[in-house]
Structures are given as C-alpha cells and as structure tokens.
C-alpha cells in the first residue's frame, strides 16, 4: 500500500497543470492510483442519465482527480505551498511546515 503527503480535509495548493495557483480542500485521497481529488480544482463534464421517472439527466460539473505530485500542502502562515516535515508532539507524530515550523 502506498502513502501520501497529503490527507482527507487538508488545504493544498496546485504547483503544476492548468489549474495552477489555485487553492482548495482534499476531498477524496486514492493512495493506489497516487491521486486526489480537490474541491474546485480539474472540473469535468459528466454526463449523468435519469434514474427514476421524473428525475432529470443532463451534463453535470464534478471534481476529477489529479496526481498527488501536483500539490503541496498550503501553510497560512508563509502563505505558501510547502514541504511538510513531522516532528515528535509527547507521544504523538505531527506535521510542521519545512519552512516556518508551522503546526499544519
């Protein structure tokens, strides 16, 4: 199984792609494929056909994954994307900003 830098519900930033510069929260983590899906970023088209009577199909906007190399985590301190680094919390393993030392 592989592991990610990024996590569900973390604020990352894209460095790379079309969508570059833009911000937003991890959605969904794949670790298997090594993709996320993060709100606003790579939207498709999806067309999505009726299901029940009355209710209606059409072409829908969806967040379609990205590669988790694509983004940094996004510090709001340094304002930036950067590198995490984990640091001993007592017991208990946290992450830190590389750069400001940030608890993220």
């Known amino acids: 199984m592989n592991t990610l830098h990024i996590k569900r ?7 790379s792609g079309d969508d570059k510069g833009k ?3 991890v959605l969904e ?7 996320v ?3 606003g970023v790579n939207k498709v088209k999806k067309h999505v ?23 940094l985590l996004y510090c709001s301190k ?5 590198r ?3 640091k001993m ?10 750069k400001c030392g940030e608890k993220l």
Do not use: L
């Open 37 to 39: 899906i993060v709100e």
């Open 23 to 25: 911000r937003g929260k």
């Open 89 to 98: 919390d007592g017991d208990k393993k946290i992450r830190v900003c590389a």
């Open 29 to 35: 983590v794949s670790p298997s494929e090594g993709k």
């Open 49 to 71: 056909r009726p299901r029940r009577q009355g209710e209606a199909g059409g072409i829908i906007d969806v967040d379609g994954p990205i590669y988790a190399c694509k983004v």
């Open 9 to 15: 519900d973390d604020n990352v930033i894209v460095i």
């Open 84 to 86: 995490v680094k984990s």
């Open 78 to 82: 340094c304002n930036k994307g950067v």
